[in-house]
């Protein structure tokens, strides 16, 4: 199984302190820059991926505006809110018997999700803005047994990803 956590890109800034999954928090549409990250992003998604990958979202606006760049109908799952939490993710993706997919979330639980995948520790690691990692589920021959690993096949800031 290859998993794609993928960042929304830049979202509107309320000017005030919001409750993460509340209404208004959920209903913050991408900024000018978060569109063009988002589009970039996508771009280089399309242009790298060598087989089908279903692509999956938060229902917050800024997710799915995200996931659009991508496809014109991703999947929504409510459980894939700004507050969800790793187990929920995991289930929702079914890791790591579950198809090759993209999952386009927040923080900190894609950073939470990332860890314990990579590490077996939920920690707080940090992931930037439309950034995206790209993680696959392998069995490896080891002494007669088969032992289940994680790959980190890649992180992308932004950043690094060019603009047309």
């Known amino acids: 199984m290859n998993l794609i956590l993928w960042r929304h890109a830049e979202a509107i800034d309320l000017g005030t302190p919001v409750t993460p999954g509340c209404k208004r928090d959920l209903e913050r549409q991408l900024t000018e820059r978060g569109q063009q ?36 109908k991703p999947e929504i799952i409510p459980e894939l809110c700004p507050l969800a939490d790793t187990s929920h993710v995991l289930a929702a993706i079914n890791w790591p ?58 992180v992308m800031p932004p950043d690094l990803i060019t603009p047309p």
């Open 37 to 72: 990250q988002a589009a970039s992003t996508a771009r280089w998604l399309k242009k790298n991926l060598k087989r089908d990958f279903s692509i999956i979202t938060s229902p917050a606006l800024r997710a799915l505006q995200t996931a659009k760049t991508f496809t014109d």
């Open 97 to 154: 018997q579950g198809k090759d997919i993209i999952v386009v979330g927040h923080q900190p639980w894609l950073g939470r999700v990332a860890s314990l995948l990579l590490s077996g520790q939920e920690q707080d690691w940090s992931v930037k803005k439309s950034a995206i990692w790209w993680l696959s589920h392998r069995l490896r021959k080891q002494e007669d047994q088969e032992k289940a690993q994680t790959v980190l096949r890649l």
